[in-house]
Structure formats: C-alpha cells, structure tokens
C-alpha cells in the first residue's frame, strides 16, 4: 500500500530528560496554552439576569468551513488556507508534545523542533472530490470511536512516563511510540474530516 499523504513523527529523545519541568509540566504547559488558545479563540457563556449569551475570544483557529464552501461551489482550495491550516497543526501538535512530556524543550511557535507533520497541497480539482467534504464528518464516525479509547490509554501512558521519567530521567521507548502512533491517528483523521486537504480514508492504524 502506498505511504498515507499525512505523516508525523517525533524525534526521540535519547538522551536524559529534564525532571524538573517534567514534575511541573503541567504548570509549565500554561503560557504556551495560553497564547494556542487566543489563536484558536474560544467561547463563554454568561448569564447576567435578564441576558444570556456568549462572547467569543481570540483567533479564528483552523479553518474548517471556509475550504469546505469554497470547495463545493469553485473546486479551490487557496494556498494561504491551507498554509494556515498546516502550521497551525504543527504548532498544536508542538504543544500537545511537550504536555505529553515527549519533549523537554518548550514549544517554539515558528520553529519545527522534533515534532514533524506533513501532509502535501492538493490540486483540488485533481485529487479533491467537491462533494466528499459534506460527509466526510460522518463518515470519520469510526474514527472518533476508536480514539476516544486511544486518548485513555494516552492518558494512563502519559502518568506512566511521568513517573518513569522522574526517576530515570528516561521516556520508555514503547510508551513514546504509543503515544506518537496515536497523534499520527488523530492528525490523520484531523486532515481528512476537517481541514479537507485528502480524500484519502485514515487507515485504523498508529504506524507510518
């Protein structure tokens, strides 16, 4: 079978993590958190009373419904979207990295660091069905099933790396490839349904 468009990876770190920020990453993770979220905006409710509402923060975040319309009705998909699209994936995915303790070096919001993700821009009338994008949400529905499950084993993974690295100041190489497997899943799963940029269906697999 021919390698899947979308590919990510990170580099292992074979080499003595640093136990400090990993005891605290939690508290660590919080200023590069912080500026992911005023890029991807997000929303809150309020309730004064006699009003109710809600007020939206912060940037547009990945561009979903945009590539979709333009791809229904004028079968293009313009480069700046999808530039926009693949960087800040990158960087997203710097950040869940570095909360998964898979890297100690902080999340750098231009440079690539270890984390790779690529995924190459389509001719959309060559390679793009007009039509898919309106089902492809439902027709990843699998997907989500399978990773809500995958994203508790991260979980438990990650706890296990804690303590592993805290007391040899290494991450279990096993644990790493489990949990880069599943960022390769959901990245996959991510380029298909959501930014629109393969028609290719996401194999149910962690591997390359």
């Known amino acids: 079978m ?17 136990r400090l920020t990993t005891a605290f990453r939690v508290f660590a993770v919080i200023p590069i958190a912080i500026v992911l979220g005023a890029i991807t905006g997000y929303s809150s409710q309020y ?12 940037g547009t975040g990945l561009l979903v419904i945009p590539p979709l319309l333009l791809l229904l009705f004028r079968q ?16 997203m995915n710097r950040v869940a990295v570095f ?12 440079e690539h660091q270890g984390v790779h993700l690529e995924f190459p821009y ?30 508790i084993g991260a979980f438990f993974v990650v706890i296990a790396a804690w303590f592993a690295i805290l007391f ?7 644990l790493f490839d489990y949990l880069v497997g599943v960022g390769r899943w959901h990245n996959r799963v991510v380029a298909y349904a959501f930014v629109l940029v393969t028609d290719r269906y996401p194999p149910f697999q962690m591997a390359p």
Do not use: C, M
Not at 47 to 58: K, L, N, R, W, Y
Not at 124 to 148: E, G, M, S
């Open 2 to 18: 021919d390698e899947h468009p979308v590919r990510f990876s990170v580099d292992y770190p074979d080499r003595q993590l640093n």
């Open 47 to 58: 309730d004064s009373g006699d009003t109710a509402g809600t007020v939206a923060i912060g």
């Open 76 to 91: 293009k998909y313009p480069r700046w979207w999808f530039d926009w699209n693949l960087e800040l994936l990158r960087f």
């Open 99 to 110: 909360f998964a303790l898979l890297d100690d070096r902080y999340p750098s919001t231009d």
């Open 122 to 151: 389509p001719d959309a009338q060559r390679d793009l069905n007009r039509w898919l994008p309106l089902v492809k949400w439902l027709l990843a529905i699998p997907h989500y099933i399978v990773l809500f499950f995958l994203y």
């Open 168 to 174: 040899t100041g290494r991450y279990p190489r096993g």
